[in-house]
T-cell receptor
Framework: AQKVTQAQTEISVVEKEDVTLDCVYETRDTTYYLFWYKQPPSGELVFLIRRNSFDEQNEISGRYSWNFQKSTSSFNFTITASQVVDSAVYFCALPSGGSNYKLTFGKGTLLTVNP | GAGVSQSPRYKVAKRGQDVALRCDPISGHVSLFWYQQALGQGPEFLTYFQNEAQLDKSGLPSDRFFAERPEGSVSTLKIQRTQQEDSAVYLC?????????FGPGTRLTVT
């Protein structure tokens, strides 16, 4: 069965610090996607990235970057120069059962960025 | 443009009451999903529709949960005889293909 572990329950940083959110996953699928979502206090899940397991290149989008290491089953997320608006719960997710819709989510990491 | 909307945003129900939660997907989105998110947890899959067809309901926790999407647009998640363990945020998402756009959720509290 699919499993996603986000070991960091809460992280608190000061604005402009860099922060890395960890995600470790388990899957028996040979090809799969990995996702990151942001859930601000308003409640909706905001899609951040979808990564195919074939592509192990790191991805950068503005202040966000993702490090995918298939050998260690990790898909970590780094925010550079954090801002107060980055404060949210961040979820890592993995589709289950060969579907692209039935996501297994981790428990999330609450990131608080203090001014 | 308009995103996924859900109503009500908050619902308090007494144990044993029936509730109905509504999801208005983005216009033209074929796929619609429901997730349940307990406090402090990640969302858990409930059910999936493609147009009006419910293709997967494997995540519905009991036969008290029922979802429909009769015209392939608006969807309703119904919970009969609510129990305290049903207290959670219910998230709806829709998509044309690939990952979904999530709504703000309905927070259900069963007292």
């Amino acid at each position: 069965a699919q499993k996603v572990t986000q070991a960091q329950t809460e992280i608190s940083v000061v604005e402009k610090e860099d922060v890395t959110l960890d995600c470790v996953y388990e899957t028996r699928d040979t090809t799969y996607y990995l996702f990151w979502y942001k859930q601000p206090p308003s409640g909706e899940l905001v899609f951040l990235i979808r990564r195919n397991s074939f592509d192990e290149q790191n991805e950068i989008s503005g202040r966000y970057s993702w490090n995918f290491q298939k050998s260690t089953s990790s898909f970590n997320f780094t925010i550079t120069a954090s801002q107060v608006v980055d404060s949210a719960v961040y979820f890592c997710a993995l589709p289950s059962g060969g579907s692209n819709y039935k996501l297994t989510f981790g428990k999330g990491t609450l990131l608080t960025v203090n001014p | 443009g308009a995103g996924v909307s859900q109503s009500p945003r908050y619902k308090v129900a007494k144990r044993g009451q029936d509730v109905a939660l509504r999801c208005d997907p983005i216009s033209g989105h074929v796929s619609l999903f429901w997730y349940q998110q307990a406090l402090g947890q990640g969302p858990e899959f409930l059910t999936y529709f493609q147009n009006e067809a419910q293709l997967d309901k494997s995540g519905l926790p009991s036969d008290r949960f029922f979802a429909e999407r009769p015209e392939g647009s608006v969807s309703t998640l119904k919970i009969q005889r609510t129990q305290q363990e049903d207290s959670a945020v219910y998230l709806c998402a829709s998509s044309l293909e690939g990952e979904g756009d999530f709504g703000p959720g309905t927070r259900l509290t069963v007292t």
